[in-house]
């Protein structure tokens, strides 16, 4: 009789392990970040489409945004879209997008035939910077505080949950100031 039990049990521990690692896959936004805290990384890179022109991460200090990482290879990216487009719209803050790993070509037609709602787009052909943000895979995107602290992190699209319920107070709290 317990010989019979072996498999039974086996297949219910199986169906809990799978069960637990869907849950996680499921929360993967909720993966810390090592940056959380932290200022942003260092880098100098130039603004999509005019490779003459640089931008540096102390450029950015000052304001609130959010860091949009994004690739006009990237399914999720144009799943995303529509919902940055609306934060941008919106004004509650501002949206930087960095165009990760792309052709610059590629990148520009994606923007000309979905909408550019960036306030900059910066081009990280290589992927040195995403990856210094520790960036697994585009879309990611950072809440970048005034003083250049990376406050929070989502990986995988942003929705308008998110933006409700991690962007949007962080924001408010900044606008009441100290």
Known sequence: MIGRLIPVAIFLALGVLLAVGLKIADHKSEIPSPLIGKPMPEFNLPVLGQPDVMVS?????GTPFLL???????????????????LARSGLIRVVGLNYRDEEADAKAWLARFGNPYELNIADITGRTAIDFGVYAAPESFLVDPEGKIVFKQIGAVTPEVIQEEIAPRVREWSKGP
């Open 68 to 86: 949009n990482v994004w690739a006009s290879w990237c399914v999720t990216c144009r799943v995303e879209h529509p919902v940055i487009e609306e």
């Open 57 to 61: 991460h102390e450029e950015l200090i």
